[in-house]
């Protein structure tokens, strides 16, 4: 989506490159730090506060209209998303019933993959319908959605 709002708003291919390179940056940043974030936070409270990070920067997208605070906005996406993923597979390993890690990790790669397909196709068609602001607002609202339900479930 970021390729194609940064095209919407008149970016250069160069700048929406730098945009989506701070997103890869803070997600790799943001790995070097997970060892001294988890030891002050359970692994709960780490999902839970990717996932609003993630979901307010979402919502922020349709606001920002220049690259420096797109590559700002991108940074702080990448610092929630990067955080959320090493957190998801440990909670997978600490709750999947004994023996069955193998099948539960395998479970969750076959759903990632498979929103990999549906949810471009369910959000390009959205974003070709009514525009790409409800689009960045619905995944920021699925995001914080997560993140309460997550949350309540610590």
Known sequence: MVPVYGATIGLSASQIGLVL??????????????RWIVRRYSEHQVLTIALFVAGVAYFMFPFVHTAPALMCLSFTLGLGLGMSQPMVMS???????????????????????????????????????????????????????GGWLTKRAA
Do not use: I, K
């Open 91 to 145: 909670l997978l390993h600490t709750h999947a019933p004994p023996g069955r890690m193998g099948e539960a990790a395998g479970v969750r790669m076959s759903l990632v993959q498979s929103m990999s397909c549906a949810v471009p196709l369910v959000f390009g068609a959205l974003g070709a319908t009514v525009g790409l602001t409800p689009v960045f607002w619905s995944v920021g609202l699925c995001l914080t959605t």
């Open 21 to 34: 390179a701070s997103f890869a940056a803070a997600t790799f940043a943001v790995r070097f730090g997970m």
